[in-house]
T-cell receptor
Framework: EPEVTQTPSHQVTQMGQEVILRCVPISNHLYFYWYRQILGQKVEFLVSFYNNEISEKSEIFDDQFSVERPDGSNFTLKIRSTKLEDSAMYFC???????????????FGAGSRLTVL | GQQLNQSPQSMFIQEGEDVSMNCTSSSIFNTWLWYKQDPGEGPVLLIALYKAGELTSNGRLTAQFGITRKDSFLNISASIPSDVGIYFCAGQYFGNEKLTFGTGTRLTIIP
């Protein structure tokens, strides 16, 4: 079964450092997402990406964050200057269609755990 | 923003028992989804509901899309050890990509 793969599985970084989290979405999917889950809390939407641009972002996704699809397969989340409160599990997801059409299903990766010291 | 509240927050049950959990929203959604998350893993889709009133089953799991479009429930029959995990509901609007997740229900099976 096709899956979304994420690397690294765990990254430890010092506050203020830049971090890049990488994702390989399912190959025929057109919509890409990043979600975040702080330990013990719910999964929160960060950003969605379609046709090489951000289609929606949450208030969490401030100027410290950026996303990129540098080639035909990777989708990256960059945090420019990490803060302690950025420590969380970051999930990449992809889907074939827009929501609510009956065919849209988001498939999530296993996540990248970011620990900021 | 939209709030999705799940209840109960946690459940401790014995193997073989049936489980029921629900999710309520402050606003309507066009699609309701139920995901399960195992420790250290991403959410995995269990059931998707696309129409108000819809009742859908997936093996021992049954979920319903509330008629008001503001709630949904998930039932698990005859629980087994691999049912342990956190169950999240999620809502989605037509033409919108993002999911709004609920607060989660943690299921623990007591030996």
């Amino acid at each position: 079964e096709p899956e979304v793969t994420q690397t690294p599985s765990h990254q430890v970084t010092q506050m203020g450092q830049e971090v890049i989290l990488r994702c390989v979405p399912i190959s025929n999917h057109l919509y890409f997402y990043w979600y975040r889950q702080i330990l013990g809390q719910k999964v929160e939407f960060l950003v969605s990406f379609y046709n090489n641009e951000i289609s929606e972002k949450s208030e969490i996704f401030d100027d410290q964050f950026s996303v990129e699809r540098p080639d035909g397969s990777n989708f990256t989340l960059k945090i420019r200057s990490t803060k302690l409160e950025d420590s969380a599990m970051y999930f990449c997801a992809s889907s074939e269609h827009l929501g609510g059409t009956g065919a849209n299903v988001l498939t999530f990766g296993a996540g990248s755990r970011l620990t900021v010291l | 923003g939209q709030q999705l509240n799940q209840s109960p927050q946690s459940m401790f049950i014995q193997e073989g028992e049936d489980v029921s959990m629900n999710c309520t929203s402050s606003s309507i959604f066009n699609t309701w989804l139920w995901y399960k998350q195992d420790p250290g893993e991403g959410p995995v889709l269990l059931i998707a509901l696309y129409k108000a009133g819809e009742l859908t089953s997936n093996g021992r799991l049954t979920a319903q899309f509330g008629i008001t479009r503001k709630d949904s429930f998930l039932n698990i029959s005859a629980s087994i050890p691999s049912d342990v995990g956190i169950y999240f509901c999620a809502g989605q609007y037509f033409g919108n990509e993002k999911l709004t997740f609920g607060t989660g229900t943690r299921l623990t099976i007591i030996p």
